[in-house]
């Protein structure tokens, strides 16, 4: 045994730099955190969480950022909703009444995987595009319809992923029994997976009530509270966009309050989506 | 044989280039129980699930010949594959709960075929986890999830949603080879039990168990039929040397590469030794 120690150490030399690589992801989130608590906190008030901007809040008046919240709120929901429309149907298709050699469920994943590259802003310039075309304005329904365009891939591709790790066996047995595919689709491989299709949606949500580029020119920006599909909203990430673009400290200390509750926003969810995957696993096999 | 419950004719089955099965042409008898037997890769299970159409699913897969279920090719176009697939149960190798309770696991094929009527399917779920012999230890968990069972116990819940579906037929692919001793004589003994009403075909490489269990016996190897009949007849006086090298335990492949040279065949690379 002549190498014994050269491969222990080589042991130790990986296992130090697999766990430096994890303590520094957990830092880096933890300074994230930290950096928008301390700047985003002071600012943080009942005010701000429940009353629209008033006259002057962008040069420290009165005011809150609740036209923000609700409408980062009603876009990725209704985003979201539109997205799953789509993409449960689309993976549904592809992994229960496609063979796995299907050259067609090559390209469809390929479409989503290069969809998912695309930058924002130019889903943002596409449906500003057909805006025009259809003469809307920018509104809460445009921005809805931007936004699920861009959540679609990257939900289509995470639910993918999902229903590619039920068994096989599974979808036989349904079959073996006379169901139909669209059975065997919706009462078994949809079951198997929920929890995986719910997080998969929450990506969606994440991803969509985060993106500033996609909503710039499609949902516009307003200092009202969202009342119709057909207006214009605010959205979180532009109201952190502008407030930091204000000369005035405190307007910009209210960007940060507005990061902050963007993140607990995304935070909240992860939890949800935790505990209903619990919830939903109960009878899934593992 | 006149009473063939399966007949198939010069049955070929290839998965792209490679052949799994070649020329089979078989007789299951009706209510007797059929085992196949034959080395791992011989083409057992894809001759089972050509039986049941679920071989349609595997990737790039060629199937031609005829395969006879009560008389009607079954491969045929006007063939309701749905029907078809509701005359036989199948047990799997592994027993596979479907995602749900132990109640729904077994209404799942009842709901599919006759529709929803509460309290008939209460009683018709009762009636088939007895006949499978679960009955009283589930009869308390109904609603709870059928993974949380043991296996020998998921294995028999497999077997009461397979009769739930009122089959003619039961096909089982090792039916046993996961489960415990004790839980593979339980099934065994049900299968002896259950033939009076079905005709029963499996799939072992388990000799001892088709030997206790089967009244016919087909030999495959490398995807040909080396030798089939009854029960009795394979395993006291086989007329071939293969047949009777495989049941005495000893090395096939000489004397399987001699026969195809005799027969005038060509033995593909990788196959074999």
């Given at each position: 045994m002549p190498n014994i120690k050269k491969r222990l150490f080589e042991e130790k030399v990986f296992k130090a730099t697999m766990l430096a690589s994890c303590v520094s992801v957990v830092l880096v989130f933890m300074y994230m955190l930290v950096t928008v608590v301390i700047k985003g906190l002071p600012g943080l008030s009942w005010q701000m969480l429940t009353q629209p901007p008033k006259g002057g809040y962008y040069m420290g008046g009165e005011g809150g950022i609740l036209n923000a919240i609700l409408g980062s709120l009603y876009l990725a929901i209704g985003a979201t909703f539109l997205a799953a429309l789509i993409s449960i149907p689309v993976v549904l298709y592809l992994n229960v009444y496609l063979k796995k050699d299907s050259k067609f469920a090559v390209l469809v994943r390929f479409s989503f995987d290069v969809l998912w590259g695309i930058p924002s802003i130019v889903y943002g310039a596409f449906g500003f595009a057909i805006m025009v075309f259809f003469h809307l304005r920018a509104s809460l329904l445009a921005g809805m319809i931007t936004i699920a365009l861009l959540e679609l891939p990257i939900m289509s591709r995470a639910a993918d992923n999902i229903l590619k790790m039920v068994p096989h066996e599974l979808k036989e047995i349904s079959l073996s029994l006379g169901a139909t595919r669209f059975e065997t689709a919706t009462r078994v491989v949809f079951r198997q997976a929920i929890p995986g299709i719910l997080t998969a949606l929450l990506i969606g949500f994440g991803r969509g009530v985060g993106d500033a580029a996609s909503v710039l020119f499609t949902a516009g920006y307003t200092d009202s509270l969202p009342t119709s599909l057909l207006r214009p909203v605010a959205t979180l990430p532009l109201a952190i966009f502008f407030q930091l673009g204000t000369p005035f400290p405190e307007v910009q200390q209210r960007g940060y309050t507005a990061a902050l509750v963007l993140i607990f926003m995304i935070l909240a969810i992860s939890i949800v989506s935790r505990l209903l995957t619990a919830r939903f696993h109960k009878h899934t096999l593992r | 044989m006149n009473n063939a419950h399966i007949r198939t004719t010069f049955l070929n089955v290839s998965y792209g280039e490679h052949?799994?099965?070649?020329?089979i042409s078989i007789d299951i008898p009706a209510l007797k129980i059929t085992a196949i037997i034959g080395?791992?890769?011989?083409?057992k299970s894809t001759l089972l699930k050509a039986f049941n159409r679920l071989?349609?699913?595997?990737?790039?897969v060629s199937i031609c010949g005829e395969v006879f279920v009560d008389g009607a090719?079954?491969?045929?176009?006007?063939?309701d594959v749905y029907s078809l697939r509701k005359k036989m149960g199948l047990l799997a190798q592994k027993p596979f709960p479907l995602p749900m309770t132990i109640y729904e696991n077994v209404a799942y094929g009842l709901r599919i075929h006759n529709g929803i009527d509460k309290n008939k399917l209460e009683s018709s779920v009762e009636h088939y986890l007895r006949e499978a012999n679960l009955w009283d230890e589930v009869k308390n968990r109904l609603?709870?999830?059928?993974?949380?069972?043991s296996i020998g116990q998921q294995q028999r819940l497999c077997l009461a949603r397979g009769l739930a579906i009122e089959p003619e037929i039961i096909l089982g692919d090792e039916p046993t080879s996961a489960l415990d001793p004790f839980s593979a004589e339980h099934i065994e003994k049900k299968l002896i039990e259950l033939k009076e009403r079905y005709t029963i075909v499996i799939v072992t490489h388990n000799i001892q168990q088709a030997m206790k269990l089967a009244d016919y016996v087909i030999f495959l190897y490398h995807g040909r039929v080396i030798e089939e009949g009854p029960s009795e007849k394979i395993f006291k006086a086989p007329k071939d040397l293969m047949t009777q090298a495989y049941i005495k335990g000893e090395y096939l492949d000489e004397i399987w590469l001699a026969k195809e040279a005799q027969a005038g065949r060509k033995v593909e690379e990788g196959e074999g030794i």
């Open positions: - | 052949p799994a099965l070649k020329d080395p791992s890769g011989c083409g071989l349609d699913l595997a990737d790039d090719n079954i491969y045929d176009k006007a063939t609603h709870t999830s059928a993974s949380k069972l």
